[in-house]
């Protein structure tokens, strides 16, 4: 997996049959080089300017370097974790997502599933998202079946929340149903303003936001956007969401605004669900920035708990939920449900690749277009 952040591609292997039975085995995080996540950052760019997928040479060469990129950290895991290939019943490709635009039918992830499965000698499973958009789904998000199935021992009604470049709920209620939707942006907002405003990649401890003021101004006129009243299912771009509001104010408060926009987006997601969650465990980069996670605390009134404090690792919950999923599709099991993405019915995605044996479609083209 690797996310918009682009901060690094997270492999984790897991033993599941794609129901009950998860049992993280092991992790690592490959980062992206800054040529790399430049060129990929490129890649994006030029992939919002199109108005739907198509080929170009960055965005087939940004996807021949994520396909080297995964493939790379899959032999590392395997090493460190002692494992063979043919120990590995199936690799889950997520890809890397360039472009999300469900509202015209289409859906954006460059990655080679075919050349990552020469690449491993592995069954690779990619393409998630076009079966479910294809059957009129938001193609996001898609982790909840995993959520629900590592969070099967907590007191429900239950919530996970993923604060990666853009930040996703997902609701457990008391019957096990389950409720997800994208939030608003999580990081996404506030690494980009700390790469304009001092190049760092994101805001290390919070210490930024900590340091300023929320410009209470510029966060209601941010919050006064449709899309937080829109009801659930729902997903957004990271790029939906600019820095603009914020010009103007000084390099500690726009931090600490745009923290403040996060949490506050968490709080109206929170008050959309039926009923209010017991707990709300929390995954991704964010939960490293204790401000983040403290203003959540007050506009929610909800204690957000690292997901670690569950045992879970919130680096890894990703990749593995793709691991899992991958393991559903071999099985056909639906990923994807009404109430989580807006499918028309439980959906069955991703598209199966064996070594040797695959033919491959355009790498460029691999995400949806309904």
Do not use: C
């Not at 039975?21 to 790399?36: C, F, H, M, T």
């Not at 990619?126 to 007191?155: C, E, K, N, T, W």
Request: net charge negative; glycine share 12%; no cysteine.
């Amino acid at each position: 997996m690797s996310g918009t952040s682009l901060d690094a591609v997270d492999a984790a292997l897991i033993e599941t049959d794609g129901e009950a039975l998860v049992r993280p085995l092991a992790y690592r995080a490959e980062p992206w080089s800054d040529a790399a996540r430049a060129q990929l950052a490129e890649a994006t760019r030029t992939a919002l300017t199109y108005d739907r997928p198509r080929a170009s040479p960055p965005l087939a060469e940004a996807a021949a370097l994520v396909t080297r990129a995964h493939a790379l950290a899959v032999h590392k895991l395997l090493a460190e974790a002692g494992r063979r290939a043919e120990d590995v019943g199936a690799i889950g490709f997520h890809g890397q997502t360039v472009a999300h635009r469900p509202d015209r039918g289409w859906t954006w992830q460059i990655g080679d599933g075919a050349a990552l499965a020469d690449a491993t000698g592995i069954v690779t499973v990619s393409d998630f998202r076009s079966a479910d958009v294809a059957g009129g789904g938001q193609g996001a998000p898609l982790l909840p079946i995993y959520h629900a199935a590592r969070a099967a021992g907590l007191a429900r009604p239950a919530a996970v929340l993923n604060l990666g470049g853009v930040a996703n709920i997902t609701f457990i209620g008391e019957d096990g149903d389950l409720i997800a939707f994208d939030t608003g942006p999580a990081n996404g907002l506030v690494d980009l303003w700390v790469g304009v405003e001092s190049g760092a990649r994101f805001d290390a401890g919070g210490a930024l936001a900590k340091a300023g003021r929320v410009d209470e101004a510029v966060l209601a006129a941010m919050l006064d956007h449709p899309y937080f009243d829109a009801p659930w299912p729902k997903s957004l771009d990271r790029h939906d969401f600019t820095i603009q509001p914020a010009r103007g104010l000084s390099a500690e408060d726009g931090a600490a605004t745009l923290t403040a926009f996060t949490a506050a987006t968490v709080a109206l997601a929170l008050s959309q669900l039926p009923m209010r969650p017991r707990r709300l465990i929390v995954a991704g980069g964010g939960r490293h920035n204790p401000v983040m996670m403290a203003m959540i605390a007050e506009r929610s009134g909800l204690v957000p708990e690292p997901s670690d404090a569950t045992g879970w690792n919130g680096d890894a919950v990703e990749a593995e939920g793709f691991a899992y999923m991958a393991v559903r599709t071999l099985r056909g099991f639906p990923n994807s449900f009404p109430a989580t993405t807006g499918v028309r019915r439980p959906t069955v995605g991703g598209v199966i690749n064996r070594p040797g044996v695959g033919a491959r479609g355009n790498p460029v083209n691999a995400g949806a277009l309904a």
